[in-house]
């Protein structure tokens, strides 16, 4: 006899998600008691049943690629941020991707970027802020950083533009935003686009022209990462949102394999054009479904990751609070130290949402024997991801021919990071008493 003999379908799927809640709450998220010594990672992911349930619904569905989910996690996730338009993809690194790409749109005329043009952005961050530029061939255009807000050094972005300069694309390090008020003055003057990589900043606002915003939504596009240590989750999942219609398309048609057509998944003839139109050389009435204006890619997300990140998004503003704490408190734990180390600043006009506490050793100070001392009391530490990324084996041929990239100055800052800089997590899922342990073991590192 049938488990489900007798049951209609949505009884039978309500009685297996109600297990499912039940297996979440008695298998996952055990509280056990913290130890000195117990490993304390740099992130983890935050979830309750609420999620695997989601999940477990989207999978019975069997849809597999983008459904209802991710209409409704695009929706609230567009109304969080307070933009009109978000699409939902399968990593912030597409993110970036789609977002660099649907600028090189020969629909924007005069403003696509072109092969050769050039983009300004750091060397102190993620390679996937980068790669998209040198993968078109248009030309990155590295300036350096602050210390302690770890952010592109504003002063040199004259000094960078040239008559080739198409776009600033750039990264706020981990959840502190840059100068947004003058980045985007600079962008406006020149009349070229703004990225901002928000895979590191979900949450951050920042003041300007008298209003507080969210990191993302100022520039033309922004991009977010769900990545499991980001701060929120889906597994593997990114997005891309703009306000501005035409960019949306472009996205849309990047992300979705370069087509023209905008019916969404599932849906035929959405326009009520499909048959009826002429596009390049094609015949008239070729099947618009398959009319393709760009070169894309499928950069899609499942419906089960975007389930995922439904459960996660209304958790989200409790999430950054709780960063925000946690990074507060490690920082007055750590007062005392400055002759030691350099500690993290807000930058100014910003309300960060951090992703990590970034901290940088003073002459005498050696980063790797701290970080080893801290290692080993079970604290997890990261670099700023590259430190120099053109120090790295993926530009060696660059390097050698001089091609390829352009720097503006000297990078003093960026390969200070490189040489004394690492930062430790604050994500929402660390106790007090995890954060006044990593304190001690910070302070006994440092003055040992």
Request: proline residues 4%.
């Amino acid at each position: 006899m049938s488990y489900f003999e007798n049951k209609t379908e949505e009884e039978a799927k309500k009685q297996i998600l109600s297990m499912v809640e039940e297996y979440c709450d008695t298998f996952h998220n055990k509280k056990k008691d913290f130890k000195p010594g117990d490993r304390i990672p740099y992130a983890s992911r935050v979830y309750d049943h609420e999620e695997m349930v989601n999940l477990v619904d989207s999978s019975l569905e069997f849809w597999l690629t983008a459904g209802r989910y991710t209409d409704e996690f695009e929706k609230r996730f567009a109304e969080y941020l307070g933009v009109r338009f978000c699409s939902l993809v399968n990593s912030g690194s597409s993110a970036n991707l789609c977002a660099f790409m649907a600028l090189t749109s020969p629909l924007l005329g005069d403003k696509a970027i072109k092969k050769g043009d050039e983009v300004i952005t750091v060397a102190a961050g993620f390679p996937t802020t980068v790669a998209p530029v040198i993968q078109f061939g248009a030309v990155p255009v590295f300036v350096d950083v602050t210390i302690p807000q770890y952010n592109i050094d504003v002063t040199k972005l004259e000094e960078a533009y040239s008559d080739k300069t198409k776009a600033v694309m750039v990264a706020h390090t981990l959840g502190n935003p840059f100068d947004l008020k003058a980045v985007k003055a600079f962008c406006d003057k020149h009349d070229i686009w703004l990225v901002e990589d928000n895979c590191d900043a979900l949450g951050s606002r920042y003041m300007i022209d008298g209003e507080l915003k969210f990191t993302g939504t100022i520039g033309d596009i922004g991009t977010s990462s769900f990545y499991p240590p980001h701060h929120m989750t889906m597994g593997e999942g990114g997005a891309v949102y703009t306000n501005n219609p035409q960019l949306n398309r472009l996205i849309r048609s990047m992300r979705d394999w370069g087509r023209d057509c905008i019916c969404p998944s599932g849906k035929d003839n959405y326009c009520g054009h499909r048959f009826d139109k002429q596009y390049g050389e094609l015949p008239l009435g070729y099947d618009h479904k398959y009319v393709y204006s760009h070169f894309g890619y499928n950069l899609k997300a499942t419906d089960m990751q975007a389930a995922v990140g439904c459960a996660q998004i209304v958790k989200f503003p409790t999430f950054v609070e709780k960063r925000k704490d946690n990074f507060a408190r490690l920082k007055e734990a750590l007062l005392g130290l400055e002759d030691k180390i350099i500690l993290p600043v807000a930058a100014e006009n910003a309300d960060p949402s951090w992703f990590g506490f970034l901290i940088t050793c003073k002459e005498g100070v050696d980063r790797n024997e701290v970080v080893k001392r801290i290692e080993e009391k079970g604290v997890q530490t990261r670099m700023l991801f590259a430190g120099n990324l053109i120090k790295h084996p993926c530009f060696d041929e660059m390097r050698k021919t001089g091609e390829g990239y352009r720097v503006v100055g000297e990078l003093t800052n960026t390969d200070r990071i490189m040489n004394d800089t690492f930062w430790v997590g604050v994500y929402p899922g660390m106790t007090d008493e995890k954060i006044d342990y990593m304190a001690k073991v910070i302070r006994e590192a440092v003055t040992k």
